[in-house]
């Protein structure tokens, strides 16, 4: 049975949030009908891409619907444009089929603060990109919002971090209603190499450490995600990247919090769990991440917590 999925269509919409998804269903070999709804038959997307032929908000979805909310450039004014206000009242009349789970709601990115101001996410656990955490919370004070997470799930309720999150989301959906073989089979033809759960944060330590500008430290954080299964010695990190270990250390401290050597762990830590979730055994995945057995993998993830 095909599974009809809505994408609601307003200005300034996020291009990847919409096609990211979509592309990703549309693989999923005829499992699922994508259709486009909104206040307008034709709008400006945020790369400023004109998208026609719209149809007009149906007064009810059929159950068993999923409802795709994209997000936009800039939630703090697109959501309250005439069209938001439009596509925020449809919403609210879709409440009793969506608390019912009539119909599941899927949102993407800043899209989840459209569903928060449509009074949908009350009690419900719920995330969004880490830049607008602040606003979901301001738009909904009884949402539940977890901080850091790829997506989360509360009673038929999704909702997803950022641009790319929508694609793991959707991957995801395909496995839970179309199977795991189906999945892989989708990831594998859009060459995504890892597909992450939604407990993964939103900042892994391949980003989290890169908010600075220091060009030696770019160097060596290069120079570690090329090998991080390589048994890099400070000195011979400090004399590729052409600083001095000991002005090395001082630099990583200062400006990242963290010393060379635990960011490298951290980076191996990453790609063991990888490989973990991807089925391997815990020596393979200790070996592959540049551990010398399965019992040092253990010790760096009780280090981290993860």
Same mark, same amino acid.
């Given at each position: 049975? #095909?599974?009809?999925?809505?994408?609601?269509?307003?200005?300034?919409?996020?291009?990847?949030?919409?096609?990211? /998804?979509?592309? #990703?269903?549309?693989?999923?070999?005829?499992?699922? @009908?994508?259709?486009?709804?909104?206040?307008? @038959?034709?709008?400006?997307?945020?790369?400023?891409?004109?998208?026609?032929?719209?149809?007009?908000? /149906?007064?009810?979805?059929?159950?068993?619907?999923?409802?795709?909310? /994209?997000?936009?450039?800039?939630?703090?004014?697109?959501?309250?444009?005439?069209?938001?206000?439009?596509?925020?009242?449809?919403?609210?009349?879709?409440?009793?089929?969506?608390?019912?789970?009539?119909?599941?709601?899927?949102?993407?990115?800043?899209?989840?603060?459209?569903?928060?101001?449509?009074?949908?996410?009350?009690?419900?656990?719920?995330?969004?990109?880490? @830049?607008?955490?602040?606003?979901?919370?301001?738009?909904?004070?009884?949402?539940?919002?977890?901080?850091?997470?790829?997506?989360?799930?509360?009673?038929?309720?999704?909702?997803?971090?950022?641009?790319?999150?929508?694609?793991?989301?959707?991957?995801?959906?395909?496995? *839970?209603?179309?199977?795991?073989? #189906?999945?892989?089979?989708?990831?594998?033809?859009?060459?995504?190499?890892?597909?992450?759960?939604?407990?993964?944060?939103?900042?892994?330590?391949?980003?989290?450490?890169?908010?600075?500008?220091?060009?030696?430290?770019?160097? #060596?954080?290069?120079?570690?995600?090329?090998?991080?299964?390589?048994?890099?010695?400070?000195?011979?990190?400090?004399?590729?990247?052409?600083?001095?270990?000991?002005?090395?250390?001082?630099?990583?401290?200062?400006?990242?919090?963290?010393?060379?050597?635990?960011?490298?762990? *951290?980076?191996?830590?990453?790609?063991?769990?990888?490989?973990?979730?991807?089925? @391997?055994?815990?020596?393979?995945?200790?070996?592959?991440?540049?551990?010398?057995?399965?019992?040092?993998?253990?010790?760096?993830?009780?280090?981290?917590?993860?």
């Amino acid at each position: 049975m #095909t599974i009809p999925v809505w994408f609601l269509m307003v200005p300034g919409i996020m291009s990847l949030d919409v096609t990211g /998804p979509a592309e #990703t269903l549309k693989l999923a070999g005829g499992a699922f @009908e994508l259709r486009y709804i909104g206040p307008e @038959e034709s709008i400006m997307t945020s790369t400023d891409m004109t998208v026609s032929r719209i149809e007009p908000l /149906p007064d009810r979805l059929p159950a068993g619907s999923l409802l795709v909310v /994209p997000g936009v450039h800039d939630s703090a004014t697109c959501f309250d444009m005439p069209q938001g206000v439009a596509a925020r009242n449809w919403l609210m009349r879709q409440q009793p089929d969506i608390h019912a789970r009539q119909i599941s709601l899927v949102c993407i990115c800043s899209g989840t603060i459209l569903a928060a101001k449509a009074g949908l996410l009350n009690g419900v656990q719920c995330t969004s990109h880490h @830049e607008v955490i602040s606003r979901l919370k301001k738009a909904a004070p009884a949402a539940l919002v977890k901080e850091n997470r790829i997506f989360v799930e509360d009673r038929g309720i999704w909702t997803s971090a950022g641009i790319t999150a929508g694609i793991d989301l959707s991957l995801h959906l395909i496995n *839970q209603l179309c199977g795991a073989q #189906t999945a892989l089979s989708v990831a594998r033809e859009m060459l995504i190499y890892f597909r992450r759960s939604g407990d993964d944060p939103q900042l892994s330590p391949w980003l989290r450490y890169r908010n600075h500008m220091h060009p030696a430290i770019h160097r #060596t954080q290069d120079l570690l995600l090329v090998h991080p299964e390589q048994n890099w010695q400070l000195e011979e990190i400090a004399e590729k990247v052409h600083v001095s270990p000991r002005h090395l250390t001082r630099l990583f401290r200062q400006h990242l919090g963290i010393s060379v050597r635990d960011y490298h762990q *951290q980076l191996r830590v990453a790609i063991a769990q990888q490989r973990l979730q991807q089925g @391997e055994g815990a020596e393979k995945a200790a070996l592959s991440a540049g551990f010398s057995s399965s019992r040092q993998l253990r010790r760096a993830l009780q280090r981290w917590q993860v």
